[in-house]
Each structure stands twice: as C-alpha cells, then as structure tokens.
C-alpha cells in the first residue's frame, strides 16, 4: 500500500466478536483486518448514500417472519398495495411450519423504498429484514 493519506485507528471489540470476525476474513480470503474493514466501511458508505439520496433505486428486500403472529399477513399485504407502484414482484417462501421467506423486488424512488422498508420491518412478527439496493441509471 503506498497511499499517502492514510490514516491509522484502533478498535476496541469483543474477543468473541473479534474471533468471529477473524473467521469471516479467512472466510472471505482478506490477508488483513484492515484490508476487511475497509471494505465493510466502503459497502457501508455506497449502501447508506444510496438509502439516503433522492434517486431511482432498484433491488431486493428480504422478509423473514412468523406466518402465526396475529394481523401480520394482512398488515404485509396492505403495506405491499399501498406500495404497488414500487413493487415488481413478491415471492413467498414456507421455510417450515412456522417461518416464510419473502422476497420483494422493488423499484423507485428511495426515500420510498426505505420508508416501505421500514415500514415493513417493523411490523410485529418480522424477525429479520434487509433492503439491498443499486441506483438504477449511472450519475
Ligand atoms: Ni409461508
């Protein structure tokens, strides 16, 4: 590395947390933390400014939840009609008994989609959810 501006800093973590994250680096083929951190920092930043600017977006929102929890597929339903202008496709999964997979292919403005994202995810029964986007026309 013969950049010039660059800067040191030390991180305090968890042993475990650390340890775990040492196996993700292996994992991932990274020859240093550094190198591994400065990539997570990067996907962070792209992630974040694309969540927060004003432009088209276009990608996947991952719904895991609980099928048996009280009013949560007619609230998913009526948020997802609310938002049909932003929604190309839904694809439902029955992992097992309990647990569905659901997978919303959405497009439009972001700020939209983030609002539906969160309105989604906060909904009671929704045990993990993730938004993956990628503006959809280069600057
Ligand atoms: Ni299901």
């Known amino acids: 590395m013969t950049s010039k501006n660059l800067s040191r800093f030390g991180v305090s973590m968890e042993e475990s947390l650390l340890e775990r ?7 991932k083929g990274y020859k240093t933390r550094s190198e591994a951190v400065r990539d997570l920092v990067r996907e962070k930043l792209v992630q974040q400014k694309w969540e927060q600017d004003d432009q ?26 609310d938002y049909h202008d932003a929604i190309l496709a839904t694809t439902h999964f029955h992992l097992d008994h309990h647990n569905c997979l659901e997978m919303i292919v959405v497009r439009g403005n972001a700020q939209e989609i983030r609002t539906l994202r969160d309105k989604l995810l906060s909904l009671k029964g929704v045990k993990y959810g993730e938004l993956s986007v990628s503006p959809v026309s280069e600057p």
């Open 21 to 27: 994250f040492d196996q993700l680096i292996e994992e």
């Open 56 to 81: 088209e977006v276009a990608g996947c929102l991952l719904l895991f939840y609980d099928h048996h929890q009280r009013h949560l597929m007619g609230e998913l339903t009526t948020i997802q009609h």
